[in-house]
């Protein structure tokens, strides 16, 4: 059995971890630590116990490497919709500011037109007053001419008359004169107060656009945060399921791999065993012969000590010559 050295110490800088922390990203550094944890040690001795419990260790202590970055990266992309949206905020009322900078001229400038027509319009008013002034002035100055000559040609009645009717055309033409100059005042404040409203409206409508584009914009970051949360949270899920699905996979074929090796020492055994018996069996048999073999020497020698006037050297020493098939057409069956 070979041991591989200690793993990696494994390190993510943070300019790596948008392209590491994406499905699959960390795939490399998981095949880096299966490669280095890819050895089965002897679960009989101390020493491979120890290292597998050494192996186990340096896997945690390479996934807290992995995962502390990751956690790091993942809690900045939450933090990040919170700037977007204070920047977007910033940019919104900055922008504002300068188009109303940028506009105040336009606005200040129709603001004096506008007056500038309001009293354009009362001073034609005016003049188109006075006009009619001058025209009735003319028209009484030739009625009163003609009233006086009439009158110098009348009696005192007629002058009366003519005194009468000349007091009534100034009543007359004075309170002409007073409506046309109400009715021009009437008119300035009027459209005073419709150039007054129209910039009211306009404010208004500038207002109700800011505040719907503060809204979308509001509503766009939130929408963005949330999405942004929902795919980190997917992210984790996916990352958690498939590391949990890493270390069953990695406890089958740790699991697998102790059942093989256990497999081959059981088979190793049976071996020994078996070969153990085969030479024990064949010792037996050995010795079962030669306890055989020596039983019927000792029945042909007691044979010949019998039978003949053999000594019982002579008769060993016959055994001997016939069981090395010294002696013809004779033979010893076992």
Same mark, same amino acid.
């Given at each position: ?16 971890a ?12 998981l ?12 679960l ?9 419990a050494?192996?186990?260790a ?6 807290v490497?992995?995962?502390?970055p ?47 027509? =309001? #009293?354009?319009? %009362?001073?034609?008013? +005016?003049?188109?007053?006075?006009? /009619?002034?001058? !025209? &009735?002035? $003319? @028209? ?60 009211r409206?306009?404010a ?6 800011l ?18 949360e929902?795919e ?6 996916r =990352? #958690?399921?498939? %590391?949990?699905?890493? +270390?069953?996979k990695?406890d089958? /074929?740790?699991? !697998? &791999?102790i $059942? @093989?090796?256990?497999?081959?020492a ?48 002579q ?17 010893i069956?076992?």
């Amino acid at each position: 059995m070979t041991e591989t050295t200690d793993l990696a110490v494994l390190e993510i800088k943070p300019e790596q971890a948008p392209a590491l922390y994406v499905p699959n990203g960390l795939e490399a550094y998981l095949e880096q630590i299966r490669q280095q944890v890819n050895e089965v040690p002897d679960l009989s001795t101390a020493k491979g116990r120890a290292r597998v419990a050494s192996l186990a260790a340096q896997v945690s202590r390479s996934k807290v490497a992995i995962e502390k970055p990751g956690r790091d990266y993942l809690k900045r992309l939450k933090e990040l919709p919170k700037d977007v949206e204070a920047e977007l905020r910033r940019w919104v009322t900055e922008c504002d500011t300068l188009r109303d900078e940028v506009r105040r001229p336009l606005t200040e400038w129709e603001a004096e037109q506008e007056r500038i027509a =309001a #009293e354009k319009a %009362a001073e034609d008013e +005016r003049l188109r007053i006075e006009a /009619e002034q001058q !025209a &009735a002035a $003319e @028209a009484l100055k030739k009625q009163i001419e003609s009233d006086h000559e009439m009158a110098l040609l009348l009696n005192d009645k007629f002058d009366r008359d003519a005194a009468e009717a000349k007091a009534e055309a100034e009543r007359q033409r004075a309170a002409h004169e007073e409506e046309i100059r109400r009715q021009a005042a009437e008119q300035a404040r009027i459209e005073a107060e419709q150039a007054a409203q129209r910039e009211r409206d306009a404010a208004a409508k500038r207002e109700a656009d800011l505040k719907a584009a503060k809204e979308k914009a509001e509503s766009d970051a939130k929408a963005a945060q949330e999405r942004a949360e929902r795919e980190a949270t997917e992210a984790q899920e996916r =990352a #958690e399921r498939q %590391a949990q699905e890493a +270390r069953e996979k990695a406890d089958r /074929e740790k699991h !697998a &791999a102790i $059942e @093989a090796e256990q497999r081959k020492a059981r088979e190793a055994e049976s071996a020994r065993l078996a070969e153990e018996k085969r030479i024990a069996d064949e010792a037996a048999a050995r010795a079962a012969n030669e306890k055989h073999r020596k039983a019927i020497g000792t029945e042909i020698v007691t044979a010949l000590l019998g039978h003949t006037s053999l000594t019982r050297e002579q008769a060993i020493e016959v055994l001997v010559a016939l069981k090395d098939n010294k002696i013809p057409h004779t033979g010893i069956t076992y």
